[in-house]
């Protein structure tokens, strides 16, 4: 089976930034021990070409003009170009839909984000002003629904994606959560021993990451907690932001208790929640974030608004705790709560193994690309998913209980 990927993933030389390029950069040598299998990257500084987990990669530079209107115009062309030179059996598509729609071949996209809505929540598009920012995320949500109903085979990593987008009910669609890097699946040490109260974020510092609204969740709960710690992992591309951030640090005399720790590599990241108690997440808007999924892998409970994809993710008292929506104070009270609980960290850690192993999501996702080359791909009820498929969407997406 002759595979083409497309989708990010970090130029020559750079590390490995954000979920869905982790997402690749795990599936590449899963797959690629099993199919002749490809990545295309468009969006990149230039044009090249290279070898990933043997897994040849090709970038596609990026043409003018903002994304937002570029990668399902310019960019689209130069993929579908790109995949006509090497005639693949399947596309397989990780992110956005727009990217594949003038690619003829039989194909399937895993929807990470809901793009339009991550458009008014990131820095992208600040320079349009408000009224054209919007109007480019309506184009963006139309573009999007019409490549989804094109494609028509969807790899679902969440059920909060049919709430979203329930048009992909119409269509073929597969539960395939996404996979954990195998950094993340080592055997726990000293689980049962205590740690020391020892706060994490993992995200792009950001206002979709809503970085700043953690800070003050934070700072306040060490009010009360002066043994509290905090390590922040993440790039940024926003400097204004990020001198915000480390401007209320400062105004809070909390420079020596939070760090900034930057973009690192699945080993460390690992390694640097083994030393954490809870991971803190506060943004207005995420899917199926692989931040929590990485933390649970590692036995570390999770505070996170009860909402998106997120409340599939959190079983309270289990594995995390859901963040409140608004009140400062009963989200630092919760933090601290997340701190003192017993965690029962070999649980965690086993039912997020058992749920993610990039072996198992390897195999689903290869029969998914049979099931639509061959026309074997589930098919929905008018009343939404066929109910197996519904029990094993939710299966996937709570792993073992």
């Given at each position: ?17 954000g979920?869905?390029e ?35 990669t ?11 209107a570029?990668?399902?115009?310019f960019d689209?062309r ?19 839909a ?26 992208r ?46 269509g073929?669609?597969f ?13 726990l ?10 706060i ?33 992992y ?15 640090i ?5 420079d020596?208790?939070?760090?900034f ?10 390694r ?18 692989m931040?929590?999924?990485e ?16 409340k ?48 198992l ?11 639509v ?29």
């Amino acid at each position: 089976m002759k595979i083409v990927m497309v989708g990010p993933y970090p130029e020559p030389g750079e590390q490995v930034s954000g979920g869905v390029e982790r997402v690749i950069d795990t599936l590449l040598p899963e797959l690629g021990r099993q199919v002749d299998l490809t990545l295309i990257v468009p969006g990149a500084q230039r044009d090249a070409e290279t070898v990933n987990h043997g897994v040849r990669t090709i970038y596609l530079k990026r043409g003018p003009g903002p994304g937002a209107a570029r990668y399902w115009t310019f960019d689209a062309r130069r993929v579908a170009r790109a995949v006509e030179s090497i005639r693949p059996d399947l596309v397989h598509l990780q992110g956005l839909a727009g990217l594949g729609r003038l690619i003829s071949l039989p194909r399937i996209l895993t929807v990470h984000g809901i793009a339009h809505r991550d458009l008014l929540l990131t820095s992208r598009g600040n320079r349009w002003g408000p009224l054209a920012r919007h109007g480019m995320a309506h184009v963006m949500r139309t573009v999007e629904t019409r490549a989804r109903r094109r494609i028509g085979n969807v790899i679902v990593i969440n059920p909060y994606v049919h709430e979203v987008f329930p048009d992909i009910a119409n269509g073929h669609h597969f539960a395939i959560p996404n996979p954990l890097d195998a950094a993340f699946m080592e055997p726990l040490r000293n689980e049962a021993q205590p740690r020391e109260p020892h706060i994490i974020s993992i995200g792009h510092i950001s206002p979709h990451k809503n970085t700043l609204g953690i800070l003050r969740i934070v700072a306040a709960a060490m009010q009360a907690n002066t043994s509290a710690r905090m390590s922040i992992y993440g790039g940024s591309a926003n400097a204004e932001y990020s001198q915000a951030c480390r401007d209320f640090i400062r105004e809070e005399r909390l420079d020596d208790r939070i760090v900034f720790a930057g973009n690192v590599a699945s080993s460390e990241l690992a390694r640097a929640l083994d030393q954490s108690s809870c991971l803190i997440m506060a943004s207005p808007q995420e899917n199926a974030p692989m931040a929590i999924a990485e933390a649970h892998a590692r036995g570390v409970a999770v505070v996170a608004p009860e909402a998106f994809g997120i409340k599939y993710m959190i079983a309270p008292g289990r594995n995390g705790f859901f963040l409140p929506a608004s009140d400062l104070h009963a989200q630092a009270a919760v933090l601290q709560n997340a701190l003192d609980h017993d965690w029962r960290r070999a649980a965690i850690a086993h039912d997020a193994w058992q749920t993610y192993a990039p072996g198992l999501i390897a195999e689903r996702t290869i029969a998914a690309y049979r099931a639509v080359l061959t026309g074997d791909a589930p098919i929905a009820t008018p009343q939404g998913l066929a109910p197996r498929h519904k029990r094993d969407l939710e299966r996937s997406a709570h792993g073992p209980v």
